[in-house]
């Protein structure tokens, strides 16, 4: 059941991360505790990490070695980050609440300091301890959702899956369990911190104990759900809205045809995560258009012939052991779309038509496309267009939902999706010839396709076989019939057989 994997891998992802945090803060909570010089830098990298952003940590952390790159590697380290500071702080502050006479009845006693911390100290932080476990659990949860974005699995897949289908249903399929994830958590250790108070019967041998089990329990959960891929799995990649996963579904689905073992990292993030993870082998395969290739990636000028973008590209990437594919055969350029009504009411058909209401109106578009050069920027300087206020940014997939409702007036959307048909929309004709060819190519790492001819076999097979209308089509079952994205494709690729 594909929930009851995505739940596993979740706790995977946590219960690893908070044992290691568990493991490095609750002796540096310590030593917080007993020397405050070394104490006081300790807890200021651990708020430091706390404040970072989740996705902009994932960001950080990808391009570093060993740690970095897509899978649940790079997830459980952003989540001992975030772990760290709770533990460490309510450890520090528990040693710190004893009263001095307790510890100083001890030393008369003639305990050493190892003594001293094992008998005394420890047994009666323990309930400020597990308290900071607790936090460091509940925030772990809701944190590994983030993790999807980078390949890493869990809860979060649903949740990134259902924005891009604008599905509130898949949404909450994520959603759901997470929160009640969350809330077990929170009632278990609540509990166990309660029975730990003064006054209340648990024993601190017996709290140790609980302790113990809590480890082993989430010991047993790291290590079931940790299921490494088959050493011969291809892994293909997506970015994450609805086309690119219908495209990263295809080429795995065609390499299973050529009984190719595959495991899907679908729904990354953007175009700069997919290409980060196919250069440092995080990923084997991915769908790239040519006119976000050459200006996104390689930060070349606007070229408009297909074959010299196509000759550039291989030039380029064949330097970094990557191979550039034939083409999938349709164009998804970009897309300046409006409603329809409005079209017919202004009278607009070219984006260059935009100009008498651009101070009026208000721009919505993708983060990509606001930052890239092939994006807004230059889009508004060839159009001359001035609005009265800066674009709003979001999804790529919320967009075309934001356009018809009403909250923006222009949107940058894909030539090729689906939802222009269903939520009644018109795409302007690109009078100035200012996008270049986005022409979808498969691509794969060089080493694999000398490796595995049957590789090249499989995705040679696609190449010219989709058309806009074929594409628009697979967007639109995905986007507005909610169908399968599996099912989908299949049905596909068996009528192009």
């Not at 807004?376 to 999804?395: C, E, I, N, T, W």
């Amino acid at each position: 059941m594909e929930l009851a994997a995505m739940v596993e891998r979740h706790l995977f992802l946590v219960a690893s991360s908070t044992l290691v945090a568990i493991l490095v803060g609750l002796p540096a909570g310590i030593v917080a505790a007993h020397r405050p010089r070394i104490g006081r830098p300790l807890l200021a990298v651990a708020n430091i990490a706390q404040t970072v952003p989740s996705l902009a940590l994932l960001g950080f952390l990808l391009p570093i070695p060993f740690i970095g790159g897509i899978g649940p590697r790079i997830a459980i380290v952003a989540l001992i980050l975030y772990a760290l500071l709770p533990i460490v702080r309510s450890t520090a502050a528990g040693i710190k609440s004893i009263d001095p006479a307790i510890t100083e009845a001890g030393i008369a006693m003639g305990m050493t300091p190892r003594q001293l911390l094992r008998l005394v100290e420890l047994p009666l932080a323990l309930p400020s301890i597990v308290a900071g476990i607790r936090i460091a659990t509940i925030v772990g949860i809701g944190t590994a959702t983030i993790a999807a974005a980078i390949g890493a699995g869990g809860l979060g897949e649903y949740i990134f899956r259902g924005l891009s289908m604008v599905d509130s249903t898949v949404i909450l399929a994520g959603a759901i369990p997470a929160a009640v994830l969350a809330l077990a958590a929170d009632g278990g250790l609540t509990w166990l911190e309660r029975r730990l108070s003064p006054g209340q019967r648990m024993s601190p041998k017996a709290a140790t104990a609980a302790l113990v089990v809590v480890a082993l329990v989430a010991g047993t959960v790291l290590v079931s759900s940790f299921s490494p891929s088959r050493p011969d799995a291809v892994v293909v990649g997506s970015k994450n809205f609805t086309e690119q996963v219908v495209l990263g579904e295809m080429l795995a689905q065609a390499l299973e045809r050529e009984g190719v073992a595959v495991t899907r990292r679908l729904n990354l993030g953007g175009t700069f995560i997919c290409d980060q993870a196919i250069r440092a082998g995080g990923i084997d395969a991915y769908v790239e258009y040519t006119g976000t290739a050459l200006t996104a990636i390689l930060k070349q000028p606007v070229l408009r012939d297909p074959d010299v973008i196509l000759a550039t590209l291989r030039d380029a990437y064949s330097r970094g052991g990557l191979s550039v594919l034939e083409p999938l055969g349709f164009n998804n350029t970009f897309a300046i779309l409006v409603r329809q009504r409005d079209a017919n009411a202004f009278g607009l058909r070219t984006i260059g038509d935009l100009r008498a209401l651009a101070s009026r109106w208000r721009p919505g578009f993708g983060y990509e496309f606001a930052e890239r050069d092939d994006g807004y920027p230059g889009l508004s300087r060839a159009y001359d267009l001035k609005f009265a206020q800066q674009p709003r940014v979001m999804d790529l997939d919320l967009m075309y939902r934001a356009l018809a409702g009403g909250q923006v007036d222009v949107i940058a959307g894909d030539a090729t999706s689906g939802l222009i048909t269903a939520l009644d929309l018109s795409a302007l004709e690109d009078d100035r010839r200012y996008f270049p060819p986005y022409h979808a190519v498969p691509i794969v790492r060089s080493a694999l396709l000398l490796r595995r001819p049957e590789v090249g076999q499989a995705f040679a097979r696609l190449a010219g076989r989709i058309t806009e209308q074929d594409m628009r089509a697979m967007n639109y079952a995905v986007d507005v019939e909610h169908r399968d994205v599996a099912a989908t494709v299949r049905q596909f690729l068996e009528r192009i057989e």
